[in-house]
């Protein structure tokens, strides 16, 4: 395999500040013609291309190459030039793509009828030849030809600026993208398609057309995401300064995507799931999906598009500094604190799980196999937390400045992470040195902490002892790293739950809280006049992507959830609390003693259901036991059933000690919920923060209450199926959700009742798929064979697989069950769906990633699974690139 390297990188020998592309659309296949205009650099001559499409032709300034002149190596993906001119000149390649046959959904390819592209990162070479690296940029003017009937909409980048008919009842769009791109931000859609238009006025007073393409059917659900765009627009403007560039934004939904969506200039491609929502059909959680995935991909046409990146290895550039753009604008639309806890849960489940892996890669990876396996956690969310960083250190104002340097500087370029963090430095005369290393050195830092009282004359200091370590990870060992810098956000709080004062050195001013700057493997801060009683709060607002250790007492704990101010460091005493009690479960379990009893961490969790002055959302945050993938930390010899049956007695321990309670708070929750929508139609039940937060919380408790008393709730959700889930969806997928490990024939009937109203509805049915999956009743792994075989399931639809194998590979007690079932499942699965879209089945390789962690016996079982897996002669390279890494 070629490994890539950062290190090898170099200046591209030729630029194409323009590209003419022709497409004739035919039955069969699709016909390309690309005029590149290209500038040879420094009298360059051999002139290399990246394609891997079928080449008919070549003509350099209109004359056509014999084949000699060139040569095609399919095992690189190149065609090499070696004799051309060192004046610029043109290359007229002709090709021809199959986007039938397509079933990677990379490149040109056909979903019900209709064609699509994707082509980040690499996807444009399966169209044509060309530089197809993100720091060639040029100007595209796009021609499209197809039979009008059958693909009447034809759309591609920019403004269009021609139309109209050709004969045999054919016709032709030609667009103009007035603005520099990569080939990566290349978009083509031909189809038949609904259309819903809208408009934006931008703050210069400029007119935005909108305008949103889905399946006729689909038309009636996009609202709320043409709303999630105009409210995208207005954010960015009033936020960072950033107003929409051209005068055309459009949207296409599909139903077979790899992804979420792409941000294609002028022309985004959504997955039908981050588009498609109304309350029949999508949850809370979808619509909060909707609107931050648009608002993601509206905000790259600043961070990725206007400044792009100069090669892969910095695509957290775009990445992480846009992930950072929509979760501040998601916290400013509605529960600031909730978003920002989510957003830490996913890091630590998932980020955190891949920066203990095999796969563990610094946030600019120093080399890849293929690109596509780097759309990662640590990419995409680590990168986020480290754009975080600048802006906790800078503060709004500061880091609003760098960014104003960083357009002034850059804007129209591809350009690298230190670019970025140089615009941060020089607009704020900052000192980010140091802070390099969040972009070379993978794994996930410790800050040991320890504090102690001192007497300091007729005063008490407080001393700080800070330990920072860092883990080796596969491609340096630990004793390479150097001390990372991050902020550490702290308050004191004294036995009555008051923020205590503070004092910090060399100054006399009073302080309730701080940022302090850890930079060394080892050090000490020293808060001065401070209180008898301290209880440190850390880490405040997850200030820095670390796991912490401190030896706080449960009283300490339940101190801090019961009063602290901020709510993530509220919230972590609180999961603290909850993972000390299932790691005592586990350790009882082992040694086969009785499992111990919580009364302090039962009384704290009563304290937080009978507190009526809590956010409804945040008590459901409060109330989420740690899923197992959260409890592996950094553990070795995982033992994963245990931590399931670990977890699940202390979910008994919950239901029983507070089921009046729960009850309580639930039925509460309700009643608020439909206080306002009496005599009201049942429409009313629709998406909203203050209503969806009171939804979370009656399904935060609703499945304790079914665990206490399982027949009975099941036989009321029986009969108020229906009332639930007239109101919308989220009721609907609650009350499933609650009952779906019931082992009774009730619950595979209302299954069955979900599937067949919602057969129709494919973005349900992935629903109800995923919830077969997710199931831990005993015969899980039957039904989703089961599944396999529904009329609405398809192997190569990316959401079907991820909602019924993906889903399964999280299942804990299944997907690791001891007879290697499980495993063998996703395996056979992997090798299937890599036959024709290698991106999909390297997705669901990464769930064997836990591989040299797992106790032997299971580890003997995923071995035999990987080592098949690679044994496969025409594995992609995708999936061996992975797998060969958790077997190394
Ligand atoms: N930039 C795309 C992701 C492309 C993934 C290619 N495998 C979507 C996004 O991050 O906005
Ligand atoms: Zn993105």
């Given at each position: 395999q070629t490994v890539k390297y950062l290190k090898d990188y170099t200046a591209p020998t030729h630029l194409v500040p323009k590209t003419d592309l022709l497409f004739e659309i035919n039955e069969q296949y699709t016909d390309v013609w690309a005029t590149l205009h290209i500038e040879p650099q420094n009298g360059a001559t051999e002139l290399v291309l990246q394609g891997d499409v079928k080449l008919i032709s070549i003509k350099k300034n209109d004359e056509t190459l014999p084949e000699t002149a060139y040569s095609l190596n399919p095992n690189d993906e190149t065609l090499v030039l070696p004799n051309m001119p060192t004046e610029p000149f043109t290359l007229t390649i002709h090709t021809q793509v199959e986007p039938q046959k397509n079933k990677s959904f990379n490149g040109l390819y056909e979903s019900e009828g209709n064609l699509y592209t994707q082509c980040e990162p690499e996807g444009f070479r399966k169209i044509t030849f060309h530089p197809d690296r993100p720091d060639v940029m040029g100007e595209f003017t796009t021609e499209i030809r197809a039979n009008a009937d059958k693909f009447p909409v034809l759309l591609s980048n920019g403004n269009k600026i021609r139309s109209g008919s050709l004969n045999d009842g054919r016709h032709f769009a030609v667009?103009?993208?007035?603005?520099?791109?990569?080939?990566?931000?290349?978009a083509l859609v031909a189809g038949?398609?609904?259309l819903t238009s809208d408009f934006f006025i931008t703050q210069s007073g400029r007119r935005v057309v909108i305008e949103f393409y889905t399946r006729q059917a689909d038309a009636h659900q996009v609202a709320f995401a043409i709303e999630s765009l105009k409210n995208s627009m207005k954010w960015d403007e009033t936020r960072f300064g950033l107003e929409y560039d051209l005068d055309i934004y459009m949207v296409v939904a599909v139903g077979d995507f790899n992804m979420g969506a792409m941000e294609n200039k002028g022309l985004n491609i959504f997955n039908t799931k981050y588009v498609l929502a109304d309350s029949q059909t999508a949850t809370d959680a979808d619509f909060e999906g909707v609107e931050a995935v648009i608002a993601h991909e509206y905000f790259h046409n600043w961070t990725g598009n206007r400044v792009t990146c100069r090669d892969w290895f910095q695509l957290s550039l775009k990445e992480g500094l846009t992930v950072f753009r929509d979760q501040e604008f998601s916290g400013d639309r509605a529960s600031r604190a909730v978003r920002r806890i989510e957003n830490v849960k996913l890091l630590r489940t998932h980020q955190f799980a891949e920066d203990a892996s095999p796969m563990a890669h610094p946030v600019r990876p120093a080399s890849y196999v293929e690109m596509n396996n780097f759309y990662t956690m640590t990419v995409y969310e680590k990168g986020a937390e480290v754009v975080r960083m600048y802006h906790t250190f800078l503060g709004e104002e500061g880091f609003q400045r760098g960014m104003k340097l960083y357009f002034e500087r850059h804007d129209g370029q591809a350009v690298t992470c230190d670019d970025f963090r140089a615009a941060m430095a020089d607009a704020n005369g900052f000192d980010f040195e140091q802070f390099?290393?969040?972009?070379?050195?993978?794994?996930?830092?410790?800050?040991?902490?320890?504090?102690?009282l001192k007497k300091n004359g007729g005063n008490l200091d407080y001393v700080l002892r800070v330990k920072q370590i860092l883990p080796d990870t596969p491609d340096m060992p630990a004793s390479q790293k150097q001390a990372m810098m991050m902020p550490l956000a702290i308050a004191l709080f004294n036995e009555n739950g008051e923020k205590g004062a503070f004092k910090l050195p060399n100054d006399d001013n009073s302080y309730n809280e701080t940022i302090l700057i850890v930079n060394q493997a080892e050090q000490e801060f020293v808060l001065r006049e401070v209180q008898q009683s301290v209880t440190p709060s850390l880490l405040r607002g997850f200030s820095a992507p670390v796991h912490l250790q401190f030896d706080y007492t449960n009283e300490?704990?339940?101190l801090l959830l019961a009063h602290d101010d901020d709510e993530f460091a509220r919230w972590e005493a609180g999961q603290t609390l909850l993972r000390r009690a299932i790691f005592a479960n586990e350790t009882a379990l082992q040694q086969g003693n009785d499992l111990p009893q919580n009364p302090l961490l039962i009384q704290a969790l009563r304290n937080i259901l009978n507190d009526n002055n809590l956010d409804a959302a945040f008590k459901a945050m409060l109330l989420q036991v740690p899923a197992e993938a959260e409890l592996w930390g950094e553990r070795d010899h995982i033992n994963p059933v245990q931590t399931t049956m670990a977890r699940e007695a202390l979910l008994d321990e919950i239901a029983h000690a507070l089921h009046g309670e729960l009850l309580a708070t639930a039925l509460n929750a309700r009643e608020s919920e439909n206080a306002d929508k009496r005599g009201k139609e049942i429409a009313f039940y629709e998406y909203n923060p203050k209503d969806a937060g009171l939804r979370a919380l009656q399904y935060a408790c609703f499945p304790l209450i079914h665990r206490f008393d399982e027949a009975a709730t099941i036989e009321q959700v029986f009969e108020h199926y229906d009332e639930m889930a007239r109101k919308n969806m989220t009721h609907e997928w609650g009350v499933l959700s609650s009952i779906n490990s019931n082992a009774s024939a009730k619950r595979d009937e209302l299954l069955a009742r979900f599937a067949a109203k919602f057969d129709h509805q494919a973005l349900v049915m992935d629903k109800y798929f995923s919830l077969i999956?997710?199931?831990?009743?005993?015969?899980?792994?039957?039904?989703?064979?089961?599944?396999?075989?529904?009329?609405?399931f398809a192997l190569d639809n990316p959401n079907k697989v991820r909602a019924l194998i993906g889903t399964f590979a999280r299942n804990v007690?299944?997907?690791h069950a001891l007879d290697g079932s499980g495993y063998a499942f996703v395996a056979q699965h992997i090798k299937k769906i890599d036959a024709f879209n290698p991106q999909v089945a390297a997705g669901l390789a990464r769930a064997f990633n836990l591989l040299k962690r797992i106790e032997p016996q299971r580890q003997a079982l995923m071995r035999a699974e990987l080592e098949a897996i690679v044994a496969l002669p025409s594995l992609s390279k995708d999936v061996r690139e992975i797998v060969e890494k958790i077997l190394a």
């Amino acid at each position: 395999q070629t490994v890539k390297y950062l290190k090898d990188y170099t200046a591209p020998t030729h630029l194409v500040p323009k590209t003419d592309l022709l497409f004739e659309i035919n039955e069969q296949y699709t016909d390309v013609w690309a005029t590149l205009h290209i500038e040879p650099q420094n009298g360059a001559t051999e002139l290399v291309l990246q394609g891997d499409v079928k080449l008919i032709s070549i003509k350099k300034n209109d004359e056509t190459l014999p084949e000699t002149a060139y040569s095609l190596n399919p095992n690189d993906e190149t065609l090499v030039l070696p004799n051309m001119p060192t004046e610029p000149f043109t290359l007229t390649i002709h090709t021809q793509v199959e986007p039938q046959k397509n079933k990677s959904f990379n490149g040109l390819y056909e979903s019900e009828g209709n064609l699509y592209t994707q082509c980040e990162p690499e996807g444009f070479r399966k169209i044509t030849f060309h530089p197809d690296r993100p720091d060639v940029m040029g100007e595209f003017t796009t021609e499209i030809r197809a039979n009008a009937d059958k693909f009447p909409v034809l759309l591609s980048n920019g403004n269009k600026i021609r139309s109209g008919s050709l004969n045999d009842g054919r016709h032709f769009a030609v667009w103009h993208d007035p603005f520099v791109k990569p080939t990566y931000l290349f978009a083509l859609v031909a189809g038949d398609l609904a259309l819903t238009s809208d408009f934006f006025i931008t703050q210069s007073g400029r007119r935005v057309v909108i305008e949103f393409y889905t399946r006729q059917a689909d038309a009636h659900q996009v609202a709320f995401a043409i709303e999630s765009l105009k409210n995208s627009m207005k954010w960015d403007e009033t936020r960072f300064g950033l107003e929409y560039d051209l005068d055309i934004y459009m949207v296409v939904a599909v139903g077979d995507f790899n992804m979420g969506a792409m941000e294609n200039k002028g022309l985004n491609i959504f997955n039908t799931k981050y588009v498609l929502a109304d309350s029949q059909t999508a949850t809370d959680a979808d619509f909060e999906g909707v609107e931050a995935v648009i608002a993601h991909e509206y905000f790259h046409n600043w961070t990725g598009n206007r400044v792009t990146c100069r090669d892969w290895f910095q695509l957290s550039l775009k990445e992480g500094l846009t992930v950072f753009r929509d979760q501040e604008f998601s916290g400013d639309r509605a529960s600031r604190a909730v978003r920002r806890i989510e957003n830490v849960k996913l890091l630590r489940t998932h980020q955190f799980a891949e920066d203990a892996s095999p796969m563990a890669h610094p946030v600019r990876p120093a080399s890849y196999v293929e690109m596509n396996n780097f759309y990662t956690m640590t990419v995409y969310e680590k990168g986020a937390e480290v754009v975080r960083m600048y802006h906790t250190f800078l503060g709004e104002e500061g880091f609003q400045r760098g960014m104003k340097l960083y357009f002034e500087r850059h804007d129209g370029q591809a350009v690298t992470c230190d670019d970025f963090r140089a615009a941060m430095a020089d607009a704020n005369g900052f000192d980010f040195e140091q802070f390099a290393l969040w972009y070379s050195q993978a794994g996930t830092p410790t800050l040991q902490i320890s504090g102690s009282l001192k007497k300091n004359g007729g005063n008490l200091d407080y001393v700080l002892r800070v330990k920072q370590i860092l883990p080796d990870t596969p491609d340096m060992p630990a004793s390479q790293k150097q001390a990372m810098m991050m902020p550490l956000a702290i308050a004191l709080f004294n036995e009555n739950g008051e923020k205590g004062a503070f004092k910090l050195p060399n100054d006399d001013n009073s302080y309730n809280e701080t940022i302090l700057i850890v930079n060394q493997a080892e050090q000490e801060f020293v808060l001065r006049e401070v209180q008898q009683s301290v209880t440190p709060s850390l880490l405040r607002g997850f200030s820095a992507p670390v796991h912490l250790q401190f030896d706080y007492t449960n009283e300490q704990l339940a101190l801090l959830l019961a009063h602290d101010d901020d709510e993530f460091a509220r919230w972590e005493a609180g999961q603290t609390l909850l993972r000390r009690a299932i790691f005592a479960n586990e350790t009882a379990l082992q040694q086969g003693n009785d499992l111990p009893q919580n009364p302090l961490l039962i009384q704290a969790l009563r304290n937080i259901l009978n507190d009526n002055n809590l956010d409804a959302a945040f008590k459901a945050m409060l109330l989420q036991v740690p899923a197992e993938a959260e409890l592996w930390g950094e553990r070795d010899h995982i033992n994963p059933v245990q931590t399931t049956m670990a977890r699940e007695a202390l979910l008994d321990e919950i239901a029983h000690a507070l089921h009046g309670e729960l009850l309580a708070t639930a039925l509460n929750a309700r009643e608020s919920e439909n206080a306002d929508k009496r005599g009201k139609e049942i429409a009313f039940y629709e998406y909203n923060p203050k209503d969806a937060g009171l939804r979370a919380l009656q399904y935060a408790c609703f499945p304790l209450i079914h665990r206490f008393d399982e027949a009975a709730t099941i036989e009321q959700v029986f009969e108020h199926y229906d009332e639930m889930a007239r109101k919308n969806m989220t009721h609907e997928w609650g009350v499933l959700s609650s009952i779906n490990s019931n082992a009774s024939a009730k619950r595979d009937e209302l299954l069955a009742r979900f599937a067949a109203k919602f057969d129709h509805q494919a973005l349900v049915m992935d629903k109800y798929f995923s919830l077969i999956a997710c199931s831990r009743r005993a015969d899980t792994l039957v039904q989703a064979q089961a599944a396999l075989n529904h009329p609405r399931f398809a192997l190569d639809n990316p959401n079907k697989v991820r909602a019924l194998i993906g889903t399964f590979a999280r299942n804990v007690p299944h997907f690791h069950a001891l007879d290697g079932s499980g495993y063998a499942f996703v395996a056979q699965h992997i090798k299937k769906i890599d036959a024709f879209n290698p991106q999909v089945a390297a997705g669901l390789a990464r769930a064997f990633n836990l591989l040299k962690r797992i106790e032997p016996q299971r580890q003997a079982l995923m071995r035999a699974e990987l080592e098949a897996i690679v044994a496969l002669p025409s594995l992609s390279k995708d999936v061996r690139e992975i797998v060969e890494k958790i077997l190394a």
